[in-house]
Nanobody
């Protein structure tokens, strides 16, 4: 199973930018849809952006115009460019893709990378 490792998080000033990376341990060109998700303590993990193998992208309403998801299949890496960050963007960002384990649908996640906003 492909393992994922996120990086690029950190402490960012309000209005700032970050580029998150998700490096896969194996090929991702055969993974149709990959995505970025955000979670804050006490809340569900919510979808931020998705990208298909064909390059089609989907963004959550509150992130439209403020983030860009991309993938480099040659580098087995998915990126999330975050711009004009606000306090509500604080959280742990996870990279993931749907898969099956023992025949059951599930999600493969990385360990997450923390993004914290300050004024």
């Amino acid at each position: 199973q492909v393992q994922l490792v996120e990086s690029g998080g950190g402490l960012v000033q309000l209005g700032g930018s970050l580029r998150l990376s998700c490096a896969a341990s194996g090929r991702i060109d055969n993974i149709d849809t990959m995505g970025w998700y955000r979670q804050v303590p006490g809340n569900y993990r919510e979808q931020v952006a998705l990208i298909t193998s064909g390059g089609h992208t989907v963004y959550s309403d509150n992130m439209k115009g403020r983030c860009t998801i991309s993938r480099d299949n040659a580098k087995n890496t998915v990126y999330l460019q975050l711009n004009n960050l606000n306090a509500e963007d604080t959280g742990t960002y996870y990279c993931g893709f749907p898969t099956t384990k023992r025949g059951n649908p599930t999600m493969q996640w990385g360990q997450g990378t923390q993004v914290t906003l300050y004024s």
